[in-house]
């Protein structure tokens, strides 16, 4: 079951609405929820009313009879305030983590649509954009209930004030009003100068300890480091100044608040003892609303930290929305998709543009490739040539904006892209690891494959005497990121992985990246071997192995400016050669 | 962790100072609270009395004051408290800054530094056991440092302004209400006396129990809570095998079970709030209910039943405050805690040489190691040993050696970012003096001043830290008070005057954080026009040309050859590309005896 993709992308709406928006399908355990905040929030107040009614009442010397039913609610108050209090918070905790549950599949879903790689590629928008993902729990925990908690005692309290002298339940409600609203939005306004001011400051001082800390050598070895050291001091001593400074400002709040409820105690007594002196209310009634509003304010008590909190709440919804309403970057394949899938495994590429916005610089700008059946062909180029973007293509992560890519004579950009996936696969580049066992990690490309599949393709990239020396074997907890592992057996096992789906083209995107000198050379003549017999495009920027491959195509800022065999190009002039000449 | 933390008292004086106005505050904030109490139940008396608004107006115009009062006293100590905390993360900040960079600091902004560390006193902690780790540059702590030191030690602010004040009216006004209770009504007191203590005794219980439940579950918690980051992350390999559809299911599957194992968490997690808000509200329906009764049989005046009906619920409210501001506020005390945590850790012992500061001549140098190794203090293989070779001016070596063998190991030595565990390494004047007896005039290494060693190395880490400063600003790195034209000289011989003209604003561009607007060819060549700059006999040079384009590298190994021209030089690589190059190569092995080889 998958939540209902519901409301349509409405750019306009403030995001938290939007973020409150998610909760809808579980709005009647938020409903039960709130229901038990309010009696446990009611409990409070009425049993300081109900107490003062009580001791007024038995002041008078009254008959036990007359005041048993007071003394049983008070009681029973006594009680229900901390029961429902607790079942209050066990009910929206679980009500939120479902929420939760719904926004994670469907910000999950958005993402898997949306092209996966250019978007994402750095390490922290993923981790910040699974923490505003998981904001939305905090919002409506900790943010959508005890507001609708204070409104429904809010109003209990002042109806009730009104019965007993219409002038203090008015008096009652604006008290409340201004400390539960007006108070808690000027101070998180007031806040905002500050809090920018401060967020400046803050990011100084910060990139001045990146600075020192992380070029701490180079600083010692060239001895500037007490110069690094001064500029942290000065930057600590403005933020030290700005936030001394503005203290001033951020205590309105507290103080705002308690004035406030001062104040409203005093008009009440005020009232009160006027209206006794009039006979306008009984000496039992006043006391009774003179401690109702003492007790009151509890219930507008933790609306100042709302208030604070929604602006971050607010910026995690807005980003979130961001990527909710990224449109696709693969178009669904028209209906009635082309008929038979390709037969052939030699690979096509005619004319190949790509870029990622009209204003931007074409990434591919008319690219021919041709990988025979059953060979071996690199693309070698410099950083930013556009061979990352050629992977994405053939993985289908993007659409072509020009140009064929065909497979075995059938082209593969308009298909779906799990049919194109089928016959293309290989190894993205930092191909992740998940944090699981080796053979879910491998299982992931054949989820049927036996044992002895897994051990055969291990054996096949070399990696079967590791996993057998692994304390578990196959199943070894390989780490968050695999961790566990050392960077050569991660690509090895990202092959494996490759192989166990049995494609008809393997694309190896940068496999050697992030591995020293010494084991690069091992890695790419194994990934290579194991290759053997595949359709194989290594996308690579560096030397390694290129011997060993059948042609080479050098691409430079999206054009293919070489082309030819590893001992042809080495004999001509050009950016091959001059590659091969360095130290 | 305790709610107080001595450390933090002792450490910072503004700290002392909140402390102490904390306290007055809270006193005058009880006794406000005392009078209001005593004003309400007296007005509301004596009106039941009959006694008319005139006759009580004084009470309550004195309410009106008091509420004046404590509004005035909540902001002052709000703001007061935000200042404390300010001036408190700052001390805190400039100690730990001084403590790992091993630096001096000028006294912080409230004139109370602490002493900081000498120059010339022990080398700083990030320094020890990371150089070996093949690049020179950066530590995997100075990220957790800088966390900890700006975002870490703000959540002090809570700790100071929120959460210390609660605690001071947590032992204030329960004693308070307590004694003018007892004064007024002794059973009331009675049932306060008995139901107060038992709150902490029974949250203690309850937290022990959560604690120990929580630790058993932390393992599964977290391998559940972090399925969704892996999940996202692995977002492109899922979809190249075509299971990225079948991983929604399988999140709401793992959500839910979070859910279901957090849930189980907190219910026993929530029960500590709910003994508390339970024994608090008991007891003042016990209290209500029994003066109640009392007050029906005569045995008590209308007045004071009020006047603890009042107080009966403040003296729980300031220990239920502090609970609800307790995880908040903890998270500041643990931001503190790990920075005494880093106050407290041993400095490394690479610095020295103060004590007996020999004497070495200016002018060119000889360095000769002899049997060098560096075991890191923890580990059981050295990450170096048995090195020996000699730099001689004019002269350039060649270290190579596959990764593990310790020869970025052996240049950190040679900079003084640690001392060899092994072996010795001495310096002498290029022309030993003729009086010297034969000795050629070698001192230890370690008797040479640091940062006077330090001035005659030229140093080209693999992996050059370049600050988010101008261009300009880069190169003068080692001098600081070169003038223009010797910067562009520098950096026309590192082969780096044509793409810097060409960047936007020349010299002067800001090169973005660590450089990230330059190639990392180009910021090779930064390096080096910063050892151009240097001018200094002796230079090191790690990894000059690996994972360069054949542009870049090509324009680099001009540069490094130009460089390394009349001085002393020492080229860390894997490859034996350089070999032509250079003088003579020396081959390490991992924890065997490297030795010269003629080239």
Redesign the interface.
Known sequence: MTAPAADPPAPGRDPLLRMAALARPRGGRFALGVLLGALATGSGVALLSVAAWLIATAATHPPLTAISLAVVATRALGVSRGVTRYLERLVTHDAAFRTLADVRVRVYERLARTEPVRRFRSGDLVTRLVSDTDATQDLLVRGLTPPLIALVTGGAVVVFGTVLLEPGGLLLAAGLLLAGVAVPLAAAAMGRGPGRRQAAARGELSTALVDTLYGAPDLVAYGAMDRAVDRVAAADAELTRVARRDAALLGFGAGATALITGLTVWATLLLGVSAVEDGTLGPIPMAVLVLTALAAFEIVAPLPAVAARLGAVRASGRRLFDVLDTPPAVAPPPDGAPAAAPEGADLRVRGLRVRYGPAEPWALDGVDVDVPAGRTVAVLGPSGAGKSTLAAVLFRFRDPDAGTVELGGADITGRPVDDARRVVAGVPQDPHVFASTLRENLRLARPEATDDDLWAVLRRVRLAGDAAAMPQGLDTEVGSHGTRLSGGMRQRLALARALLAAPRLLVLDEPTAHLDPDTRDAVVADLLDAAEGYSTLLITHDLAGLDRVDDIYVVAEGRVVQHGTHTALLSRDGWYRDAHRQP | MKPLDPRLVRGARAVRVHLAATVATGTAVTGLLLV?AWL?AH??AG??EGR??AD?ARA?AA??A???A??????????????S???A??QL??RL??H???????P??GGDSPPAPG?GGAD?V??SG??GS?S????PR??E??TL??RGL?ALDDYFARYLPQLVLAVLVPVAVLAVVAGADLLSAVIIAVTLPLIPVFMALVGMHTQARTRRQWRLLS?LG????????????????????A??TI??RI??E??RT??AT??VA??S???L???A??????V??Q???R????MLD?ET??LV??LA?EAYLPLREVGARFHASMEGVAAAEEVFAVLEEERGGAGGGTAAAAALPDGPVRVRLEGVGLTYPGRDVPALSGADLTLEPGRTLLLTG??GAGKSTLLALL?R?ASPTAGRIEVGPADPPDDDGGGGGWVPLDAVPA?RW??R?A?V?QD??L??AGVEDNIR??A?DAGREEVRRAARLAEADGFIAALPDGYATRLG??GARLSAGQRQRIALA?AFL?DAPIVLLDEP??H????N??AV?TAVLRLLKGRCGLIV???T??ADAVDGVVRVEPARAGTEVPS
Request: no cysteine; proline share 6%.
């Open positions: 209001q309400l007005t509301i009106a039941t008319g608004a009580l309550v309410v009106a008091v509420a004046v404590r509004g005035l006293l909540a902001y002052a100590a709000e703001a007061a408290a935000l200042r905390a300010a001036l993360k700052s900040r400039r800054v001084a790992v960079t091993g630096a001096g600091l000028p912080g902004a120059p700083p990030w320094l990371a150089a093949g020179g540059t950066g530590t100075a990220g440092l800088v030191a700006t703000d391998r972090g399925h969704f980051l892996d999940v996202v992350e692995g977002l492109p390999t899922l979809a190249v095998f075509r299971r990225a559809k991983q929604a999140i709401r959500t839910d979070h859910r957090t849930m907190l219910r929530f029960l709030a709910f003994v808000e339970l024994l509200t008991l007891a003042v329906a016990l209500a209910v003066i109640g009764i007050l029906m049989y005569g209308f039943a009020l009906l009042i619920p596959p990764s900079l970012f940062d330090r001035a190395i140093w880490p050059p830290y600050f988010d790195l080692g600081p954080e660590r910063r240097r040309t690996a360069l384009d054949p542009d590298a090509a190994r690589a894997h490859d590309g350089w």
